[in-house]
């Protein structure tokens, strides 16, 4: 199955600043996905992003508070902007490979304070 | 709406005993169904992942059951050890294309 690389693994930030996460796939993807987890809760979709077009948002999640990057198929960016500590989540993408399911990268825990 | 529901949150037992997690969704037009571990702050790590034409699937000491018509599956865990210890996902893939997950069952197994 694909392996992801996640990072960054944690991050502490200040409230009304933004943090980049990013996603690196060793192999080809059409799509990849973005997902919260907040504490003490399940994942939650943020959005869904394809190679070459715009990202396909959930209800409740919005491009300009969380803009995603796909610049080719191995490659995503996920951007917390104008952070509040109800930011404070574990932000985890994914991608899905037929026979395998679903595989996630190791999570990026942020903390707002 | 398809909802996940996992029963029980929490379970501790002491190391050795055999434990069953169950799952159950309530749209039963389901793709899969795929079961994942979270260690405290991480990932997740896939376990085992059910098509929707399967009965069970089986690694290890892990064994999955699937009875689509009734909106289950049960992950069944043998002879726990410590390193069991983490919080398990249920998730069901369905008409919509994407993952829907139940709020998992944190488990402990004491030494």
């Known amino acids: 199955s694909a392996v992801i690389s996640q990072k960054p693994s944690r991050d502490i930030c200040q409230r009304g600043t933004s943090l980049t996460i990013q996603c690196q796939v060793d192999s080809q993807v059409t799509m990849m996905f973005w997902y919260r987890q907040q504490p003490g809760q399940s994942l939650t979709l943020i959005a869904t992003a394809n190679q070459g077009s715009e990202a396909t948002y959930e209800s409740g999640f919005v491009i300009d508070k969380f803009p995603i990057s796909r610049p080719n198929l191995t490659f995503s960016t996920l951007t917390v902007s104008n952070m509040s500590p109800e930011d404070s989540s574990i932000y985890l993408c994914s991608v899905e490979e037929g026979g395998y399911g679903y595989t996630f990268g190791s999570g990026t825990r942020l903390t707002v304070v | 709406k398809q909802e996940v529901t996992q029963i029980p949150a929490a379970l501790s037992v002491p190391e050795g005993e055999n434990l069953v997690l169950n799952c159950s969704f309530t749209d039963s037009a389901i793709y899969n169904l795929q079961w994942f571990r979270q260690d405290p702050g991480k990932g997740l790590t896939s376990l085992l992942l059910i098509q929707s034409s399967q009965r069970e699937q089986t690694s290890g000491r892990l064994n999955a059951s699937l009875d689509k018509s009734s909106g289950r599956s049960t992950l069944y865990i043998a002879a726990s050890q410590p390193g069991d210890s983490a919080t398990y996902l249920c998730?069901?893939?369905?008409?919509?294309?994407?993952?829907?997950f139940g709020k998992g069952t944190k488990l402990s197994v004491k030494p």
């Open positions: 998730a069901v893939k369905g008409s919509q294309g994407n993952l829907i």
